[in-house]
């Protein structure tokens, strides 16, 4: 069983940046391949990116590309999300997902973005 912890979220002004990280426990983290997801308030929780388990495979919605970069220290059994040039429309819980074949998906219990105008 793998349990994800977020952190590193808060309040930032629009323009700012914040980097978001997910502690995995477990000796398995490099066999996942990892995820952020978001949900803002009254809406449904959203992909956000995504990276393969060794990190050489990226991708992410369109509306963050170029702003937000996924990345993961296998060593360090934690992925991240650096979130640059932020807008109001990117406030969400921001969640932290961990998934390979055969298991069942692992969520984080989420962090707070909030960026104010």
């Known amino acids: 069983q793998v349990q994800l912890v977020e952190s590193g979220g808060g309040l930032v002004q629009a323009g700012g940046s914040l980097r978001l990280s997910c502690a995995a426990s477990?000796?398995?983290?490099?066999?996942?391949?990892m995820g952020w997801f978001r949900q803002a308030p009254g809406k449904e929780r959203e992909f956000v990116a995504a990276?393969?388990?060794?990190?050489?495979?990226?991708n992410c919605v369109d509306s963050v590309k170029g702003r937000f970069t996924i990345s993961r220290d296998n060593a360090k059994n934690t992925v991240y999300l650096q979130m640059n040039r932020l807008k109001p429309e990117d406030t969400a819980v921001y969640y932290c997902?961990?998934?390979?074949?055969?298991?069942?998906?692992?969520w984080g219990q989420g962090t707070q973005v909030t960026v104010s105008p």
């Open positions: 997902k961990g998934e390979r074949t055969f298991d069942l998906p692992y």
């Open positions: 477990g000796r398995t983290f490099s066999s996942y391949a």
């Open positions: 990276i393969s388990r060794g990190g050489g495979s990226t």
